[in-house]
């Protein structure tokens, strides 16, 4: 069955260049009637203009799709508010949201200030927050809603000089895992992708041929089939060069230590049955995890 948006609207973050435009010019082929938010300004976040944005609205014009354009940052309140107003007065509903805007302040924790940490997580935590919650009751009301977090491979795993950054993209995966539970009765998913891709963020770390092979267009189809009507939820897509790959957090079985004796020594002794991966599980919530200690402890 093709994936189509007749009929729906998609928000879609950062979208004047890179990733989220590619993203932005698919939802439009398919139907969507797309806003484009960037603030235009460069790799750190410095600038801005609202010509990015607009180039991107005439190409959607130009393939025969509706788009409009936002300039706003995702980190202030009122053009945020802004954004949704705008969104609802042009095409009455926000069915999809993509959280896409962000920037790199990289340096080695050494060397970091702490307002370069504040910004990149202002810009791509509370930015996808801010822009989520603004959303949030419209979607609720509609009884649809398609959200996506951009994370990364520095948050799932870790980067050299990219403390902030790594910070703020797992802190996504945390608000998804939430965000996934309270929208589950109101038909809103959630979910996030951890991409690979050539743009300007990262065309100076590859080489050309590694760029070609690393388009964002070769992200995007995992992007749609995430907010689409049949998307899973709470699922972190890594996707890059047309791969695409699923990313979990796996916790061990565990082991009952008892109660009585419990010391830091008896858990150091235990530590390769504690750490033995084998039958390992990812959890869908923290309950279930807690479930798990409970039936260790009664010996199950
Ligand atoms: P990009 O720099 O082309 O796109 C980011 C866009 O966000 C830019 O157009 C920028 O103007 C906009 N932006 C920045 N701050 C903003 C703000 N406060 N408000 C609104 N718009 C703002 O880079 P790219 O690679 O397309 O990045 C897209 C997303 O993917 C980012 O969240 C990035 O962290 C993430 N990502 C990219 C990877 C890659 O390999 N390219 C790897 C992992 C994550």
């Known amino acids: 069955?093709?994936?189509r948006f007749d009929g729906k609207v998609a928000i879609v973050t950062g979208a004047g260049g890179g990733l989220g435009r590619a993203h932005a010019?698919?939802?439009a082929r398919r139907?969507?009637?797309?806003?484009?938010n960037d603030l235009g300004g460069s790799v750190d976040g410095s600038g801005g203009s609202s010509d990015a944005a607009n180039k991107v609205v005439e190409e959607i014009k130009a393939l025969g799709g509706q788009a409009i354009a936002n300039g706003t940052s995702v980190t202030d309140d009122t053009g945020v508010a802004g954004l949704v107003k705008q969104t609802l007065d042009a095409f009455g509903r926000i069915d999809i949201l993509i959280n896409n805007a962000g920037v790199l302040r990289d340096k080695s924790f050494s060397k970091m200030e702490i307002k370069d940490f504040e910004f990149v997580l202002d810009v791509h935590l509370l930015g996808s927050?801010?822009?989520t919650k603004a959303c949030w009751e419209t979607m609720k009301a509609q009884q649809y809603g398609r959200i996506l977090m951009t994370s990364s491979s520095s948050g799932l795993y870790g980067n050299f000089g990219q403390t902030n950054y790594g910070a703020a993209k797992l802190?996504?995966?945390?608000?998804?895992?939430?965000l996934k539970l309270e929208g589950q009765k109101d038909n809103i998913r959630v979910n996030?992708?951890?991409?690979?891709a050539g743009t300007r963020m990262t065309e100076n770390l590859m080489p050309p041929q590694v760029l070609e092979a690393l388009k964002p267009e070769y992200v995007t189809p995992g992007v749609i089939y995430l907010v689409g009507e049949d998307a899973p939820t709470g699922v972190t897509l890594a996707a890059g060069g047309g791969a695409f790959a699923i990313a979990q957090i796996f916790e061990s079985h565990g082991v009952?230590?008892?109660h009585d004796g419990l010391t830091a020594e008896k858990v150091a002794d235990a530590w390769l049955k504690i750490a033995d991966m084998t039958g390992s599980k990812p959890y869908f919530?923290?309950?279930?995890q807690t479930g798990k200690f409970f039936e260790l402890i009664s010996g199950k």
């Open 1 to 3: 069955m093709p994936i």
């Open 25 to 27: 010019l698919e939802l």
């Open 31 to 36: 139907g969507a009637k797309v806003v484009i």
């Open 129 to 131: 927050v801010k822009v």
């Open 171 to 178: 802190g996504l995966v945390g608000f998804m895992n939430t």
């Open 192 to 196: 996030s992708l951890a991409p690979v």
């Open 256 to 258: 009952f230590l008892g």
């Open 285 to 288: 919530m923290g309950g279930e």
